[in-house]
């Protein structure tokens, strides 16, 4: 591979690390996509916790999206455009949102038939 030595960002690194731990790429594939040497790559992967933390020093990581994410896709996350995170943050808020209002219901409902002497076997529960 001659020519200028490229300088990728610490996103797309870990974006390639990631490809190839989920066995999506074979590393040769990766060197190809991404115009690196192999070598490199592998010495990424030697490297990838020391990139993670590096990157989750360096980066803004929305607390709100990585909630049960595992760090790899956290970082795939700020791989994306400042608009398409905004978009998602936006959308994750929503969804909290109408799920946080969905359990107020519920709980009130499940109030009312305890006050009304219910019992909770008598009625059918829909299967979701």
């Known amino acids: 591979m001659k020519g ?3 300088h990728l960002s610490l996103s797309t690194k870990l ?5 190839y731990l989920s066995g999506a790429y074979i590393v040769a594939e990766l060197a190809d996509i991404y115009n690196v040497v192999p ?8 490297r990838k916790d020391e990139l993670l933390e590096q990157s989750q020093k360096s980066s803004r990581i929305y607390l ?3 909630e049960g994410m595992d760090a ?5 996350f700020m791989a994306l455009s400042k608009t398409e ?13 109408e799920n946080s ?3 107020d219901r519920i709980a009130y409902l499940e109030s009312l038939l305890e006050l009304r002497n219910f019992n909770e076997k008598d009625i059918l529960k829909k299967k979701v």
Request: proline share 0%; charged share 45%; glycine share 2%.
């Open 4 to 6: 200028k030595k490229r």
């Open 85 to 97: 995170q905004d978009g998602l943050v936006k959308d994750n808020r929503k969804l909290k949102k």
């Open 39 to 46: 070598l490199t790559i592998y010495n990424w992967l030697k």
């Open 15 to 19: 974006k390639i690390v990631e490809d």
């Open 64 to 66: 709100e999206i990585s």
């Open 72 to 76: 790899f896709k956290v970082t795939s």
């Open 101 to 103: 209002i969905k359990d």
